[in-house]
């Protein structure tokens, strides 16, 4: 028995377009009930889309996987063990020359009965780059983005990957049960939580800061799924800190934009759609080293100098007036539920 798994310089705008892009936030107020929620929801779907030939993959995603996404079923009496994983994103090309802030996550199991080890992840289906900036087309007019994440379960636990600059800690452990159980809400959270969000953005660093929107990335899925394993019954502990990555923008209060045909096809903002085409510009994969170097000070003129970034996020635009310190990666402690 199986259980399957899916796999610019600010703005520069007319009137007539100030006008419209100011009722934007108001109409997004409407449809809200008149207040925005901070943070702004995650949006779910009701099933995964297909994937755009355009979108390829330097690595293919899941590659050890089944192919169409089985995870075992386990025997009640089985006992299984969960393990926490972590490893630097940048290991497998840089070694620890990084240092241990940017990991990447994941979740062990080890059946008692079997003796089968397994892994668990959610991760880009075409690398981070992607997810984080799109590809600016000449052919279309609308960035586009290959932003899917998925989750990926296969046999084995890489025991030197996790361990040697990361973790790799029994945490607890599950009945049978409680596994085949996790495996439905994976399926169920893999097929509605389709795409990859980088970026958490936050009005200040400090505790009281409030948050604009949440992230969706490995560590979120880790979070989830252990929040999901303590509900359906599983006691989780960890005899070291559980620090996560997170990558912060700061901001005031966000404008709302609209989607890609309220931007790209509004003769009134094609200033604003100009903008954005123009940010991510500067973000565009295959550059040489002098494009990569005068892009970083582009880059730089229009996050710090203009404090401008333009968020794409459940398939809308949004403006953020950024603020110091502007970016900052952070490796902070997220107790186990």
């Avoid at 452990?173 to 959270?189: E, I, R, S, Y």
């Avoid at 730089?300 to 459940?314: H, Q, R």
Wanted: proline share 7%; net charge negative; charged share 20%.
């Amino acid at each position: 028995r199986v259980r399957r798994l899916p796999l610019s310089r600010g703005f520069n705008m007319t009137p007539a377009c100030w006008n419209l892009l100011l009722l934007l936030p108001v109409a997004a107020q409407v449809i809200n009930g008149g207040q925005q929620h901070w943070p702004v929801p995650y949006r779910r779907f009701d099933r995964r889309p297909p994937v755009d030939s355009y979108c390829e993959a330097v690595y293919p995603f899941c590659p050890t996987g089944d192919r169409d996404g089985r995870v075992p079923y386990m025997r009640d009496r089985d006992v299984i063990s969960v393990y926490r994983l972590q490893t630097p994103v940048w290991e497998f090309k840089y070694g620890d020359l990084l240092g241990k802030h940017i990991m990447h996550d994941a979740v062990g199991f080890s059946s008692a009965e079997s003796g089968a080890n397994y892994t668990m992840e959610w991760y880009e289906l075409f690398q981070l780059g992607n997810c984080t900036f799109p590809h600016v087309r000449p052919d279309v007019h609308a960035p586009f983005w290959c932003n899917q994440g998925a989750a990926c379960f296969f046999q084995g636990i890489d025991d030197l990957h996790w361990s040697q600059n990361g973790t790799l800690e029994k945490i607890g452990t599950l009945t049978g049960n409680q596994f085949n159980d996790m495996a439905q809400w994976v399926q169920d959270d893999n097929t509605t939580g389709i795409y990859y969000e980088t970026w958490t953005v936050r009005s200040e660093p400090g505790p009281n800061a409030t948050v604009w929107f949440e992230s969706y990335d490995c560590s979120q899925f880790v979070h989830r799924a252990f929040r999901k394993l303590t509900e359906l019954g599983a006691k989780l502990s960890s005899r070291s800190p559980t620090n996560y990555t997170k990558i912060y923008l700061y901001s005031g209060e966000p404008a709302f934009l609209g989607n890609d045909s309220a931007i790209f096809g509004q003769p009134a903002l094609k200033n604003v759609a100009e903008d954005i085409r123009k940010f991510y510009h500067a973000f565009r994969p295959h550059q040489s080293l002098v494009d990569f170097a005068l892009s970083l000070l582009e880059a730089y003129e229009k996050v710090v100098l203009d404090k401008s970034f333009y968020l794409y996020y459940n398939f809308e635009y949004w403006h953020l007036p950024m603020k110091p310190p502007y970016v900052r990666i952070t490796y902070e402690e997220v107790p186990l539920p």
